[in-house]
């Protein structure tokens, strides 16, 4: 089947979305969205699990060090915003709570990071 030789606006903005510069961007963008949200609330809201999302749209960078690099800037952010948000609850619960999350987004950080390597490379996971 021929291509059409004329693309929408629409869909060649959405090629360009989903291009590596595009959805870099946007993880930038997210990630910067999320950090402020996060240094504004008060500590005990949970307003950093929206940090999984920049690390689920890195998985589908071309890029094998997209997920890597996007999990070191989010844990940075994690401390960053923890140490500049609004008392909430008390700091050892909200530690706790970082703690936990900072666990949970390490391991998936690497189970992500396996499967684009063995996407990439062809080699095993385990």
Partial sequence: MARR???????GIL????????????VALVLIGVYLLDS???????????????LILA????????????????????????????QGIPV???ILNRMMFFL???SLSIILWAIRRQQITGSRIF
Wanted: glycine content about 6%.
């Fill in 5 to 11: 030789r004329h693309q929408t606006k629409i869909s």
């Fill in 15 to 26: 090629d360009s979305l989903a291009s590596d510069l595009g959805i870099a961007i946007i």
């Fill in 40 to 54: 504004i609330t008060p500590l005990g809201q949970p307003v950093w699990l929206l940090y999984f999302i920049p």
């Fill in 59 to 86: 998985y589908w960078s071309e890029r094998y060090y997209a997920v890597p690099a996007v999990s070191i800037v989010t844990l940075l952010f994690l401390v960053g915003g923890f140490l500049v948000s609004p």
């Fill in 92 to 94: 050892a619960n909200a």
């Fill in 104 to 106: 949970a987004f390490i």
